[in-house]
């Protein structure tokens, strides 16, 4: 990766990885310039030649050439450079150029110093000989120049195969574009400064431990060379009062997607460059893509508001820390403002966010420029301040992290764990969930961020409780699916119940509303953490509402209920349809964002609990020492279903005092005990479950024929003693005490 500083509008060195040394002549020669080749390297691009370890060592090939360009077709893979200074004829704007065959960087010195060299043009590719203008990274910005001032003057390339060249040219006031000519060149020779010649000065290299001047030991993003410019410690990170600016050209169109799908942002970027406050510079060109990012520190523990600017589209990212994997958008652009115009659309707002002073959080600001004028801002307002471009002062470049060493924005065990492609604003899956929403709430990159939709069919009746009493209910469902959304498809069909589950992910944290609509009789359910144990009844629809109908009934809307950005909720959504038309959605709001439909990127399905194995929605130890089935049931009839007995708990077959329920389970044929328990329906949910205030004879005689009955509840002893138990029935009956766990009394 390339890296430069940008103190103002000129860009400072380059990345690569290390320096040859060279041994050079130390007899200054005018007219020429020195070159040099690495023989034998395999590659196209600048980095396959400062990479390699040949490099670090002597150079194969060491001449001085008249002119500002290198012997043509000389060999096959190999690497070259051409260094040296010139003099300028004149005061004023001067312009660069480099033509190369294949790859190249054109670094020019704002002094004769090669410690002052500075990255002005590349060549991301190949030209012919003198080509200047295939593509626009070839030509540097304007640069002053004093009459008679010697600048160091410097070009890298690589060659792969076939032909082989590079060339400098430049233009000035008066001048139109020409290669250098010889009266301008120099050779000067060894710098007595770098004895090594690897482009350092030895002094302050080894006075700090620092060796090469494109290393970067403290992994801050700064290199030697630039640590050296910026009087910082090359083994510390790192510069401060800057954020790292990346620019990847020759890329079409005017939104962030056109940027992040593009195969190119996950390569180096053409140039990287250090800006000393949270704007890039204006009008830099056209068809690029750009960053902005570092970390920023707070100033004031407190509630801050950011703001984004930009021509054309772009992003706002804030982690909730410094590192870069926590990143979440917090304000956008679709579409473009002038330079510093914050209030062109809501969006570029974000919600009040809380900091804490000293605090170091990630910012990251990515613009994709199609066209015409250029420009990204960040600013932001907190307690006592008002809004303002974030200065230097708050500002800390990204550095490299050692967890994300392709510098994709993922953490790399993460990445090789699911084989992971894209990056992190990739979406592997396909499911709207971009990879590093996925790495952040938990989900797995490769399946879709969806709820679950469960159908049971051939149900009859409107309302819920035709459902959730029916014995299919705590069976498998008839059909499983994944929806991507949370809303069920409309009009599926008449008789059948419906389910919606899963998860949804906070964005900010904050009063959340939810509203449902469904056709007919619905329940919206939501956890207080990711737990299906968790959910309550928050809303619900007696009858029915058209599809996302949300304001038909006020009990389809929920109250205020704090949710905490990044947790994970469970929700789910049961509805009941008889005939006509169908549907289910569920609904949110938040601050900053007005009722939608949950969109898929906050969603994921329902991950398997061990505890319930039988998914009925109740733990199974705990379901297991009661006896009770499935979690909307209230076998004690006391008007609070198991689910709520376990939250609260309490005895889900304790009922109400003075009454016992009654279970009855219609046409099972036999007369003995067996018949009934043996009977597969006696796993089922019972075809009447009703209270009784009797202990005596519980139905008047002859009521049925051919059916089995259960009732059970609890007694309170009056008195410490003995107790006798008797029981009769019609056919056969047994009494059982949970004191000895044993039957105590049988009519056979």
């Keep these: 990766m390339k890296r430069t500083f940008f103190p103002s509008r000129l860009f400072i060195p380059a990345c690569m990885a290390s320096f040859a040394l060279l041994h050079a002549s130390t007899v200054a020669q005018t007219g020429v310039l020195q070159w040099s080749a690495w023989n034998n390297l395999s590659g196209v691009s600048v980095e396959d030649l400062t990479q390699a370890p040949k490099f670090l060592n002597a150079p194969d090939v060491n001449f001085t050439v008249a002119g500002s360009g290198s012997p043509i077709d ?31 960087e054109l670094w020019l010195g704002t002094s004769g110093s090669r410690f002052s060299k500075q990255l002005i043009a590349s060549v991301n590719g190949w030209t012919p000989v003198q080509s200047w203008n295939v593509y626009g990274s070839q030509q540097s910005v304007s640069v002053a120049l004093q009459a008679g001032q010697k600048y160091w003057i410097e070009a890298l390339v690589k060659e792969g195969g076939g032909g082989d060249h590079v060339e400098i040219a430049w ?52 290199l030697n060379i630039e640590e050296y410019q910026a009087s910082t410690n090359p083994l510390q990170p790192g510069i401060t009062g800057v954020l790292e600016w990346n620019i990847w050209r020759d890329i079409n169109g005017g939104s962030v997607s056109d940027l992040t799908g593009n195969s190119k942002f996950l390569q180096n970027p053409s140039e990287t460059a250090f800006v000393n406050s949270a704007a890039s510079p204006v009008d830099f060109a056209d068809n690029f893509g750009t960053r902005l990012r570092g970390t920023i520190t707070a100033p004031v523990t407190g509630t801050y508001q950011f703001w984004i600017a930009s021509d054309d589209s772009s992003e706002l990212w804030l982690g909730t820390g410094a590192s870069r994997f926590t990143k979440r958008r917090i304000a956008y652009l679709n579409g473009w403002t002038g330079v510093a115009q914050w209030e062109n659309n809501p969006s570029q707002q974000s919600v009040g966010i809380e900091l804490q002073a000293g605090q170091h959080y990630w910012i990251e600001a990515l613009a994709k420029d199609g066209g015409g004028g250029d420009h990204v801002e960040i600013a ?17 470049p990204s550095g490299v992290d050692i967890a994300d060493l392709n510098d994709d924005g993922l953490p790399d065990a993460w990445v090789a764990t699911y084989g992971v492609t894209g990056g992190a604003f990739g979406d592997a899956d396909a499911d709207g969930i971009s990879n590093l929403d996925e790495y952040q709430n938990g989900s797995h990159p490769n399946q879709q961020g969806s709820l679950e939709w469960s159908v049971w069919t051939d149900i009859g009746g409107e309302t819920l409780s035709a459902l959730i009493n029916h014995p299919k209910f705590l069976q498998p469902p008839d059909q499983v699916s994944q929806i991507h959304g949370s809303a069920a498809p409309n009009d599926y069909g008449t008789s059948f119940g419906q389910r919606l589950r899963g998860t949804i992910t906070a964005p900010v944290t904050g009063n959340y509303t939810f509203w449902m609509s469904s056709d007919n009789q619905g329940q919206l359910w939501l956890g207080t953490t990711a737990s299906r144990f968790t959910k309550q009844k928050i809303a619900y629809v007696d009858g029915w509402t058209g599809f996302q109908q949300w304001d038909a009934n006020p009990s389809q809307r929920s109250v205020n209920i704090s949710l905490q950005d990044g947790q994970k909720y469970w929700i789910e959504a049961i509805a009941k349809e008889d005939s006509g038309g169908d549907n289910l959605a569920i609904a949110w709001e938040y601050p900053g964002q007005s009722r939608q439909l949950i969109p898929k990127i906050h969603l994921a399905p329902p991950d398997a609990e061990g505890n319930d194995a039988n998914d009925d929605g109740l733990p199974d130890d705990w379901q297991a020492n009661y006896g009770v089935e499935g979690a909307f049931a209230d076998e004690d009839m006391d008007g609070i279903i198991n689910l709520t007995e376990f939250q609260n708990g309490s005895n889900p077959v304790g009922g109400i005092p003075g009454h016992l329920t009654r279970n009855v389970w219609n046409d099972i044929s036999g007369e003995t005990i067996a018949s009934l328990t043996n009977s597969p329906k006696f796993l089922q949910t019972p075809n009447v479950t009703e209270l009784s205030a009797s202990g005596a004879i519980f139905p008047p005689s002859s009521s049925a024929e051919r059916f089995g009955q259960r009732y059970r509840g609890t007694v309170t002893a009056p008195a410490t003693g003995e107790y006798t138990f008797w029981i009769a029935g019609d056919d056969n009956c047994e009494l059982w005490l949970s004191t000895t766990g044993q039957k105590l009394a049988a009519n056979f």
Excluded at 75 to 89: E, K, M, Y
Excluded at 186 to 209: I, K, Q, R, Y
């Design 74 to 104: 000389s060999n096959d893979s190999f690497g070259g450079r051409l260094r040296g200074t010139i003099t300028a004829p004149v005061t004023g704007n001067y312009t660069f150029w480099i033509a190369s065959d294949d790859s190249s």
């Design 171 to 222: 233009e000035y006031p008066g001048q139109s574009r020409q290669m250098i000519p010889t009266a301008y060149l120099e050779w000067p020779g060894a710098d007595a400064a770098d004895a090594n010649d690897d482009g350092l000065p030895d002094t302050w290299a080894t006075a700090n431990g620092a060796t090469g001047a494109y290393n970067d030991p403290d992994h801050d993003g700064a």
């Design 380 to 396: 932001w307002q907190y307690p006592g301040q008002g809004r303002q471009i974030i200065p230097s002062t708050y500002l800390n």
